[in-house]
């Protein structure tokens, strides 16, 4: 079964950033795609980045000039790098499988997830 457990949320203002960290267990992670899924309240979950085994990357176009996604393959780790943060950036975060070239999620495998608060 995949596991997947996210840290690195946290609390900031507007223009900040924050480090968002992924470990990644029983998946088989060097040949697949990875990516990074937020919900805000009330909101569905979307997906703001995913990278491929090869380092390609896709960006929605919110956070595209802000954020970095990057993935360890040896490590099954994920990063998601946050700049330039915003209000609406606000949300709970998720790392999961991902359909590899798009922003959706590939099965339904999802962790507790870290929290970004970013006030204005």
């Known amino acids: 079964e995949v596991q997947l457990a996210e840290s690195g949320g946290g609390s900031v203002q507007a223009g900040g950033s924050l480090r968002l960290s992924c470990t990644v267990t029983?998946?088989?992670?060097?040949?697949?795609?990875m990516g990074w899924f937020r919900q805000a309240p009330g909101q569905e979950r979307e997906g703001v980045a995913t990278?491929?085994?090869?380092?390609?990357?896709y960006y929605r176009d919110s956070a595209k000039g802000r954020f970095n996604i990057s993935r360890d393959n040896d490590k099954n780790a994920v990063w998601l790098q946050l700049s330039r943060l915003k209000p609406e950036d606000s949300g709970m975060y998720y790392c999961?499988?991902?359909?590899?070239?798009?922003?959706?999620?590939?099965?339904?495998?999802w962790g507790q997830g870290t929290r970004v608060t970013v006030s204005s």
């Open positions: 990278i491929l085994a090869t380092g390609t990357t």
């Open positions: 999961a499988p991902a359909r590899c070239g798009s922003m959706t999620a590939r099965g339904n495998y």
């Open positions: 029983e998946y088989t992670g060097s040949s697949n795609c």
